[in-house]
């Protein structure tokens, strides 16, 4: 608040004061009252309104500065009702609980969304797990028939499910998971063994290296991250993949590296921006732009970085970034 | 005959899982009433539990820790409850494994002949015939004269003599092969096969590996 701005936003007041003074000094003069008089008069009234405006200056600046200060410096700005303190002049007294009251109203309102996001998310929960028994059921049903015509489809059915249910987790905020030394190997394998059939009927070639390592991270989550890379090179022909542990001191890096049609350089830096699907979505196979959404949302939850590369015709690499940090490590 | 608690409160499921026990050769017993399972853990006599997290009543957590109170028959967690923490509290309660719904019943299999043989082999060498299985240094001992067997060639070997004449199929071969990430594909199995049969016929075990057209192999 300057100074200026003030004087004019107060200027129909000083102009109200000096047509007043004007009239009262015709009067003043009418009366013959002894020129010296006016203007002792006139020098004391200016230097009263003077210093009466000084103090409502000061007062207001000090309140409204230390606003502007605060709210600047807040990265959450809805917190400013927090950090002041109630003025002691009206407009301030009013504003004040003007803002703290919309505060009020908009935590209310937040934690009400907040109460229905929990509750949807708890029955996508349940409902992916009643809806995990049925598909169970007839998956057992086949096998004891001996008909293995189904299979592949039951699966599909089971990999769409878990799509739900980890978008579902991706999304909220609630701390499901736990961070724990994860082998590497066990996990990996796990995966290939649940898509070994479809990944055979495809030719595709599985290759490892150094995955002897133990990461911090949630084994769940992970493996669902992990089928989501192989779903993808398997959707994008490819017929090799590589996958690589590297240990460095502080971190750990998990490549995998297909060699599928790759990504167009100009879409690598948007495959991780949700419903994003790009050349590839368009001219091959059907793309929800979903999976490495959900990857990435993953990842950053469970705190690893994930990175892209690609030649289009040649590879695609998408590393996972591991950190290594001792306090992690609760025996 | 290898006895096999289910506690499943999905009938359908119990019912077809009861069914793929009894066609792989299991005795199963399926628990139907729900109000002492408790009891009716303690008081069968079974070689393993497949126990379910949610049922009526009850947590199939907290009856494994009752459960590992009194006896360390061997239990595995079956659940379409797939988190990370359900899987670590089981296991710290004293399950062997935990196995997420659905279930590929080939992997239900091998996860079950494992824990099984995990508890039942405590130090005793298998013998193939008259040759001593060796898993330690992966070879086949007959008569003083030792036939080393590759990694894979091992695990094939294994699966077929734990169940001895009876046939097991390429699919189940192909499925253990990749759980012990050996990611071999149908031409690799085909070459190790027959490897393995040339090491037996060394041994003095000529035809000891049958096929048998489009089922799979029996080991004789």
Redesign the interface.
């Known amino acids: 608040m300057k100074l200026t701005e003030f004087i004019r936003d107060r200027l129909i007041a000083y102009l109200i004061y000096t047509t007043i003074w004007a009239l009262v000094l015709v009067f003043l003069f009418a009366f013959h009252v002894p020129v010296e008089a006016i203007i002792i008069a006139s020098v004391l009234i200016m230097l009263g309104v003077i210093a009466a405006e000084m103090w409502a200056f000061l007062r207001k600046r000090r309140f409204y500065e230390k606003l502007m200060s605060d709210l600047s410096q807040l990265d959450k700005k809805y917190l400013l009702s927090e950090m002041l303190d109630e003025p002691e002049f009206l407009d301030g007294r009013i504003l004040h609980n003007a803002i703290c009251e919309a505060d009020k109203s908009m935590c209310e309102h937040i934690a009400e969304y907040r109460r229905e996001n929990k509750n949807f998310r708890e029955y996508i929960e349940l409902w ?3 809806i ?10 086949c ?2 028939d001996g008909n293995t015509r189904y299979n592949e489809q ?1 699966r599909r059915i ?1 990999d769409y499910i878990e799509n739900v ?1 980890y978008y579902a987790r991706s999304e909220s905020a609630e701390k ?3 961070i ?1 030394p994860v082998s590497l ?1 066990r996990v990996f ?1 796990e995966v ?3 898509n ?1 059939e479809e990944l ?1 009927a495809h ?1 595709m ?4 290296s150094e995955l002897d390592t133990d990461v911090m991270t ?4 992970l493996s669902f991250i992990i089928g989501q890379l192989m779903s993808n090179s398997l959707k994008y022909d490819a017929t090799e993949i590589i996958v690589k542990g590297e240990d460095f001191p502080d971190r750990t890096v998990l490549h995998f590296r297909d060699n599928g049609i790759g990504i167009p350089e100009s879409d690598l830096p948007f495959i991780f921006d949700k419903t994003f699907t790009g050349e590839n979505g368009r001219t091959h196979k059907k793309s929800t732009g979903m999976g490495l959404y959900i990857v990435k949302k993953l990842c950053d939850r469970l705190g690893h970085t994930v990175e892209a590369s690609s030649v289009q015709g040649e590879f695609t690499e998408i590393s996972i970034i591991f950190g290594k940090n001792e306090l992690y490590k609760i025996e | 005959m290898k006895r096999i608690m289910i506690i499943e409160d ?1 009938t ?2 119990r019912d ?2 009861s ?2 026990l009894k ?1 792989a050769g299991y005795e199963p017993i399926a628990v139907t009433d729900y109000n002492n399972v408790s009891e009716q853990m303690k008081a069968a006599n079974v070689d393993l539990i497949l126990l379910d997290i ?1 049922l009526p009543n009850v947590n199939g957590e907290t009856l494994l820790q009752e459960y590992r109170r009194s006896s360390d028959t061997p239990v595995i967690m079956l659940t ?6 359900d ?2 509290l089981s296991m710290s309660y004293g399950a062997d494994d935990f196995v997420t ?5 080939t ?1 239900l299999f091998l996860r079950i002949s494992a824990v099984l043989k995990r508890s039942a082999s405590k130090g005793t060498a298998q013998m193939y015939h008259d040759a001593e299985v060796s898993t330690v240094k992966g070879s086949l001992i007959k008569n003083g004269t030792e036939q080393i067997l590759t990694k894979n060639e091992m695990i094939i070997f294994q699966l077929l003599l734990d169940r001895i004449g009876e046939i097991v199929t390429r699919d189940e071969l ?2 253990a092969l ?4 050996e ?1 071999v ?2 031409n690799a199995l085909s070459v190790n096969i027959s490897r393995l049969r040339g090491k037996l016929v060394e041994l003095g075990y000529p035809d000891a590996i049958e096929t048998r057209k489009k089922q799979g192999y029996v080991l004789k």
């Open positions: 992916v797990h009643e995990k028994l049925p598909v169970a059921g007839l998956q057992l049903m096998h004891n039951l089971d249910l499901d998971y736990i724990k190997k394998s290939a063994v649940r070994r055979q030719g070639n599985l290759k490892t949630d084994g769940k989550w | 999905e359908s499921l077809e899982l069914l793929l066609n949610n379409s409850r797939n988190t990370e923490i899987e670590v719904k659905p279930y590929n019943p992997i192909m499925t990749w759980d012990n990430d990611f594909n149908d």
